[in-house]
């Protein structure tokens, strides 16, 4: 036990970097397991488009919606998700597929949803650079 204590002495600042990992690392993993939406793969979520009872949002903002977007996506930008949740209540029971660029506007979206009362919730990880990286068709204005 001596020498153990001894080398955290000596080596402090590796100590203390292993020490603040752990804790970034077990946050992450807590956090993940309180996650109430789906991350979804580019295949999974282009699997889902089309079905019944689905509905696919792009939270980016306007002029990035107008130049792509995935087709048959509802454009609906994070900053107006708030007030607009009302829209979306008759689509309580549906399945609400969320995409943004890059999957950081997504996970805020579905987060948001989710708090709202919102059962069935998923989100593109990658965002829509995910979804060309694998080739799939985007639509454009």
């Known amino acids: ?12 600042a590796l100590s203390l970097a292993a020490l603040v990992l752990t804790i970034m690392l077990l946050a992450n993993e807590m956090t993940r397991g309180l996650q109430k939406f789906r991350d979804l793969s580019a295949a999974e979520l282009a699997r889902m488009i ?13 002029d990035e919606f107008r130049g792509e977007h995935i087709k048959g996506a509802r454009h ?4 107006t998700l708030a007030a607009k949740l009302g829209e979306l209540e008759s689509h309580k029971a549906d399945q609400i597929l ?21 059962p069935n919730v998923g989100h593109l990880t990658g965002g829509i650079i ?7 068709p985007v639509a454009r204005k």
Do not use: P
Not at 1 to 12: A, Y
Not at 76 to 79: H, I, Q, R, S, V
Not at 99 to 115: D, E, I, Q
């Open 130 to 136: 995910a979804w060309k990286a694998e080739s799939y």
């Open 50 to 62: 089309g079905r019944e009872n689905v509905l696919l949002l792009d939270v980016r903002e306007t």
């Open 98 to 118: 969320l995409y943004c660029r890059s999957g950081n506007r997504s996970a805020s979206a579905a987060n948001m949803l989710v708090k709202a009362g919102f």
């Open 1 to 12: 036990m001596q020498v153990f204590i001894n080398f955290l002495i000596q080596h402090w």
């Open 76 to 79: 609906m930008a994070l900053g």
